[in-house]
């Protein structure tokens, strides 16, 4: 498949600016960016799957260039609902040192950033440079601006979409770039930049949009019971990202693996097949954990993931280090304890069992595991000597539910 080919199979492209967009990038070197603004010091999964287009298209000869917004961020691009509570500007200068630098490392592409070039243009020359340019008859018709009508948006966020165009006649100028990418959510700020350039410069800029990543749910890919899943490792461990993906919804996963990979059209379509045979296995859904986080953090990462998953899974935890079970069991209740308890006595006194004679019940059957080994003895005694590192013990009742034992 050529280059357009590619997008279009993987569910890549939802508006384009104008067909000839496709013989450009089937035929000539296109210098395009997509950008982000920066809302926090780290990209999310989310940005993930739409910043992944940028080394895609360098794969076919694209040049890309990534945008941190630190002037737009200062804004805020208008939400659907609500205005974006705005963030300081301190905030806003350290979280784009954070995404800039991260963006170099997983991507390896030219970072720029818009506060470079907007910072010295003042009000009078915004308005005559720029905003003559663009009629508010034009801005209204702006899905995102036309919803928030009713319930009111302010100059501020109305004048957002004309620093966005802004950086596409800037970056066009000073670096060549005449495609600008994004997630669907953002055709109309891309229109304003190939508008303004029109009527500036008579230039035609050309713009291409991504369906947004949506998981069974219809929820926007990565967003986990109101938390993000950071690209920073610090933030969002390689075992949580493995637990994400991994779990991906069968529906799903395929449209994943075309959207998040690098796989061919022939190996995403054998992994089909042979998932299909047998989802219990989770083959698609593995090999799609593998992928993005060996791109994301490496392959030594990615086995990390797979071995404390296993561990967890079997019970056998005693082959992980303190660190490993603190990252993949850090949700789990946590109990204190002074040495010396008797094991029955930490079961009653901490919820795991509702009285001395269920406590004995569970005992007796075998399901009680410290640190994976199975103890029926009520009378151990519970201290350092049983602890990984001196520290911990993974206290397990059957096969789902963990404890962390801490001591006083």
């Known amino acids: 498949m050529n280059c357009f080919e590619d997008l279009k199979w993987r569910g890549l492209v939802k508006d384009i600016s104008s ?10 070197k296109v210098t395009f960016y997509i950008g982000t603004d920066p809302t926090a010091d780290s990209m999310h999964i989310g940005h993930f799957s739409s910043f992944l287009i940028a080394t895609r298209l ?29 963030i300081t500007k301190e905030e806003v200068m350290h979280n784009v040192e954070g995404l800039t630098n991260q963006a170099k490392k997983i991507f390896g592409f030219e970072v720029v950033n818009n506060y470079d070039w907007i910072k010295d243009i003042n009000t009078i020359d915004f308005l005559r440079d720029y905003g003559k340019y663009i009629n508010v008859n034009y801005m209204l018709d702006k899905d ?5 009508l009713d319930t009111g948006i302010t100059f501020c966020e109305f004048a957002y979409t004309i620093l966005q165009g802004l950086d596409f006649v800037h970056l ?15 055709w109309g700020n891309i229109t304003t930049g190939i508008e303004l350039a029109r009527k500036m410069k008579d230039v035609e800029l050309f713009g291409m949009t991504m369906p947004l990543v949506l998981d069974a749910n219809g929820v926007k890919f990565g967003k986990t019971e109101g938390n993000a899943l950071w690209l920073d490792i610090n933030k969002t461990s390689s075992y949580e990202l493995y637990q994400y993906l991994i779990n991906s919804d069968d529906k799903c996963v395929i449209d994943y693996l075309k959207k998040l990979t690098f796989l061919t059209k ?7 097949e042979e998932h299909s045979k047998a989802p219990e296995l989770r083959i698609a859904q ?9 791109f994301l953090h490496g392959k030594d990462e990615y086995l990390k993931a797979v071995k404390i998953s296993e561990a967890l899974f079997s019970g056998n935890v005693k082959e992980l280090s303190l660190k490993d079970i603190k990252v993949g069991l850090k949700d789990v209740p946590n ?6 308890t008797t094991l029955i006595d930490v079961l009653v006194n901490n919820g795991v069992a509702q009285s001395r004679r269920e406590a004995r019940e569970f005992l007796n059957a075998g399901s009680i595991t410290l640190n994976g080994d199975k103890y029926t003895d009520e009378n151990t005694i519970i201290n350092k000597d049983l602890a990984i590192e001196g520290e911990v013990i993974v206290l397990r009742r059957g096969k789902k539910k963990n404890y962390i034992v801490n001591f006083k």
């Open 19 to 28: 067909p000839e967009l496709e013989n450009k990038l089937n035929n000539e």
């Open 144 to 148: 995102i601006i036309s919803r928030r």
């Open 172 to 186: 066009n100028e000073a670096n060549g770039v005449t495609l600008q990418v994004a997630g669907s959510d953002q």
């Open 266 to 272: 022939e190996e995403i379509e054998a992994i089909e």
């Open 335 to 340: 109990i204190s304890v002074e040495e010396g």
């Open 286 to 294: 593995k090999r799609l954990a593998e992928e993005v986080i060996t």
């Open 58 to 86: 360098a794969r076919y000869g694209h040049k890309p260039i990534l945008l941190v917004g630190g002037a737009t961020g200062l804004i805020g691009d208008p939400k659907p609902s609500q205005e974006r509570q705005m």
